[in-house]
């Protein structure tokens, strides 16, 4: 047996990261009497879609219910896993579209009562592709529900699904796995299975299933019958790069090498790595590591953004990556640190080469003079009129640079516990005027920072730092809601 049906969840408890919708599924089927529902099960992405359709229609039916799980034993559970029971349909919308198909397959049978489970179950997977004549037929038949007939829809685009239908279902979404949860889950397999594994090469594999269990205990099963599940053995297989290319390919951007970056993309072109799972790959190894160096990695993120959506537009892969590659490093502009820079009147007329590395470009040109430099060409800004002041005695500027800020700041409070904690889930956001802004995104971080004293510290070294008397406002923003919020900005 494949480990993919060996470890397809059998109850509502091995479904992985979907507490939410388990809870409320074993309290209804414990309660069964009141259940008279038709469910809509809504996916971001494929994953164990009939799987969780089927323990609904099990558990519906079950003669042994277990604590609100299907026991898979039971003559009517074992009707459903054998797929042998005329009252248990799945139909694929995508392939039966029509009104015909409906009416035929569904609506004609649903008013016959069961003849072997105790209610008759419908699953209509990828609802959304059935055509608009299909769901008012089909409408119909769910508006006056009968206690022994349930339909189960499942879709990727509940978007695509009636309103209609949608407020007649109840309607679960169940949620996308996490790599930490992928990874421990896959973890827990290969311990069962006695499989030598190292974690890099099972984060290998969460990153380009794209939160399809399925597709992961898949791959751990193609792997492994092979080889040993090392980060080498996976990249080789599936045809995929460790980590640590990913990274250095990064760090080519970060230095501004155009020379560089594209030697190393023809490397990993010759090595026979698939492009287009390349940028995926980076995407997703620059939203796990987006603390470490925010903007940059929010820049890098939307590079690979494009070069996804432009590939096919080439008749070879790494000529998107070239172009866009081309395209980031011309910006002038672009900034890791601050928004300031943007607005700032740029001084020479074009890049150049000598220009090397990211922090070159991120920051804001020193003027150390009042003379006007004299390349400048056709810039309208008088830039004379620019405060220009360096004198030794005054504060050091972090207007472009808070994350030097708080760096300078943590590294002098003298907390371990909050020092590293802070370090990477507290931002400075702005100062206005002598108050600053910092937005904290863990509870945790919440509790250090909002403790009095450790408040009180903090002022005071950001007072000493910046020259004014500093106080600080707290704003909380769960990290998934501030990265998202990052990402649209
Ligand atoms: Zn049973």
């Not at 507490?19 to 599924?25: A, F, K, V």
């Not at 053995?233 to 155009?258: G, M, P, Y």
Request: hydrophobic content about 35%; some cysteine.
């Amino acid at each position: 047996m494949s480990l993919a049906n060996k470890y397809r969840p059998k109850t509502f408890d091995e479904m992985i990261w979907q507490e939410h919708i388990i809870d409320i599924l074993k309290a209804q089927m414990q309660s069964r009497d009141v259940v008279h529902h038709n469910y809509l099960l809504f996916w971001p992405r494929w994953t164990w879609k009939t799987s969780s359709a089927r323990l609904i229609a099990k558990a519906l039916n079950c003669l042994d219910l277990q604590n609100g799980n299907p026991c898979n034993h039971c003559a009517n559970c074992e009707l459903i896993n054998n797929g042998t029971s005329l009252d248990y349909v799945e139909i694929d919308a995508a392939s039966h579209t029509g009104v015909d198909n409906i009416r035929e397959e569904i609506i004609d049978k649903a008013s016959y009562p069961p003849t072997t489970l105790k209610k008759k179950i419908y699953v209509i997977d990828e609802v959304h592709m059935l055509s608009k004549w299909a769901f008012n037929a089909l409408l119909k038949t769910i508006e006056e529900p009968k206690w022994n007939v349930c339909f189960i829809f499942a879709t990727t685009e509940i978007h695509r699904v009636p309103d209609t239908i949608i407020s007649r279902c109840q309607v679960f979404n169940y949620k996308k796995v996490p790599d930490s949860a992928m990874v421990s889950h896959l973890e827990s397999i290969c311990k069962q299975e006695n499989l030598q594994y190292t974690e890099s090469a099972l984060k290998i594999i969460s990153n380009i299933s794209e939160w399809c269990v399925r597709d992961a205990v898949k791959y751990v099963d193609q792997v492994s019958i092979l080889w040993d599940l090392n980060e080498e053995n996976v990249a080789r297989f599936l045809w995929v790069a460790w980590e640590s290319i990913i990274k250095e390919t990064l760090q080519d951007i970060k230095e501004w090498n155009r020379e560089k970056i594209f030697s190393r993309l023809d490397t990993i072109s010759s090595q026979g790595i698939d492009l287009s799972q390349f940028a995926k790959q980076a995407i997703g190894y620059l939203d796990q590591h987006l603390l470490e160096d925010t903007d940059f990695f929010l820049k890098c993120s939307e590079l690979f953004w494009n070069i996804i959506s432009t590939i096919r537009r080439y008749p070879y892969p790494i000529v998107a990556y070239k172009i866009e590659i081309n395209k980031l490093l011309n910006e002038n502009n672009w900034s890791t640190t601050s928004p300031k820079v943007e607005t700032k009147p740029v001084i020479e007329t074009k890049p150049t080469e000598n220009k090397t590395t990211w922090e070159a470009q991120a920051k804001p040109q020193e003027k150390k003079g009042i003379e006007e430099p004299k390349q400048i060409v056709n810039n309208e800004e008088k830039v004379e009129n620019k405060p220009i002041e360096s004198a030794p005695s005054s504060p050091k500027d972090y207007s472009w640079d808070f994350k030097g800020l708080r760096e300078t700041v943590l590294s002098k409070l003298n907390k371990p516990t909050a020092q590293s904690n802070l370090k990477d889930q507290a931002i400075i956001e702005k100062k206005e005027w002598n108050i600053l802004d910092i937005t904290v995104i863990t509870a945790f971080a919440k509790t250090l920072i909002e403790n009095e004293e450790t408040q009180k510290t903090l002022e005071h070294l950001l007072s000493e730092e910046l020259w004014e008397n500093i106080s600080i406002r707290i704003t909380f923003i769960k990290k998934e809601d501030y990265l998202a919020q990052k990402m649209w900005l």
